[in-house]
């Protein structure tokens, strides 16, 4: 794990991408798009059942070793249609009853509003703000002098490229100087690249570590 500052307050970047923020007792993912694997298999694209199970064993693992007041999900929760992989989901939720669940809807959250409120999970509309950051699932256009964006979506990647020109896609933490990307919590989500300014903060997801880039 790393701890860096971001706009005046103390994180902890775990490498199952996810953030622990101390003082709000609050972990943070985005894109966990729970179903897609059962979504792609009822389509007949073969993909391993197994590797559903990750994502609540990841989240699972995150939730006993950090104990957080709140789980703040900053959107696609689910990634399509209702399908089998919900119960799963709802067997989780019902496992951390005493943890407060929020979410930013997404564009993938297209599941009736009452699914969620039903499981007791808060849905906030574009955005949740807490202190100075504004936490939302596309990242913010527009700059806000007073808060500093959190956001999910693009599923932030870099290239690595050796030596030998052999290279290495890689999801990141993305820390700029107006905004933070979150790494997409899911399994097989993909990565798309992000254009880093110097000064940025990079830090690279292996398997089981952390990696800060320079730039």
């Known amino acids: 794990m790393i701890e860096v500052e ?3 307050t103390q994180w902890v970047l775990h490498p199952d991408r ?10 943070i993912v985005t894109d966990l ?40 999900i900053l959107g696609d929760l689910f990634h399509s ?50 202190e100075t950051l504004s936490f939302s699932h596309y990242p913010e256009k527009n700059s ?3 808060y500093y964006n959190v956001a999910g979506h693009l599923h932030p990647g870099i290239r690595l490229v050796g030596d030998g020109l052999q290279s290495l896609r890689l999801p990141i933490f993305y820390l700029g ?4 990307l979150l790494p997409s919590f899911g399994t097989f989500t993909g990565t798309s690249l992000i254009e880093v300014q110097p000064g940025d903060q990079v830090i690279a997801i292996t398997k089981d570590t952390l990696v800060p880039i320079e730039n």
């Open 6 to 8: 971001v706009h005046g």
């Open 18 to 27: 996810a953030v622990f923020w101390p003082s709000q007792e609050m972990l």
């Open 33 to 72: 798009h729970l179903g897609k694997i059962q979504h792609f298999r009822n389509a007949g694209i073969y993909l391993p059942p197994y590797a559903a199970y990750d994502n609540y064993e990841r989240l699972s693992g995150l939730l006993l070793e950090f104990s957080p007041k709140t789980l703040l």
């Open 81 to 130: 249609n209702l399908n089998q992989d919900w119960k799963n989901f709802c067997e989780l939720r019902d496992s951390f009853s005493h943890i407060h669940f929020e979410l930013v809807p997404g564009n993938h959250d297209i599941l009736d509003d009452n699914l969620f409120l039903k499981n007791n999970i808060l849905l906030h509309q574009e955005r949740a703000i807490f």
């Open 144 to 146: 806000n002098a007073h």
């Open 177 to 180: 100087a107006n905004h933070a």
